[in-house]
Nanobody, 120 residues
Framework: QAQLAESGGGLVQPGGSLRLSCAAS????????MGWYRQAPGKQRELVAR???????NVADSVKGRFTISRDNAKNTVYLEMNSLKPEDTAVYYC??????????????WGQGTQVTVSS
């Protein structure tokens, strides 16, 4: 099996910055795309950004220019650099990965989520 462990959430003032990290571990053969989603209270989970194994990115319009997604393939880790944070960015942020296990099974797995709160 494979697991994703997120870190880096917390409370930040409007205009501030945070960096989220998500490390994949377990019986992993290959990691394809990785991404970040978020879910605010009373709202559906939405895509924030995704990055392919080759580095191509897809970033939501609502965060474009403020958030940057990157990955370190050697560490099986994806990052989300969040700048100019706004109160509307407050949500639980979930890491996601499409990967192939050592059993040659392709799965989509999720992290447990990390809370990001933007408030003065």
């Amino acid at each position: 099996q494979a697991q994703l462990a997120e870190s880096g959430g917390g409370l930040v003032q409007p205009g501030g910055s945070l960096r989220l990290s998500c490390a994949a571990s377990g019986s992993i053969l290959d990691i394809y795309s990785m991404g970040w989603y978020r879910q605010a209270p009373g709202k559906q989970r939405e895509l924030v950004a995704r990055i392919s194994s080759g580095g191509s990115t897809n970033v939501a319009d609502s965060v474009k220019g403020r958030f940057t997604i990157s990955r370190d393939n050697a560490k099986n880790t994806v990052y989300l650099e969040m700048n100019s944070l706004k109160p509307e960015d407050t949500a639980v942020y979930y890491c996601n990965a499409d990967l192939r296990t050592t059993a040659r099974v392709t799965i989509t797995t999720w992290g447990q989520g990390t809370q990001v709160t933007v408030s003065s």
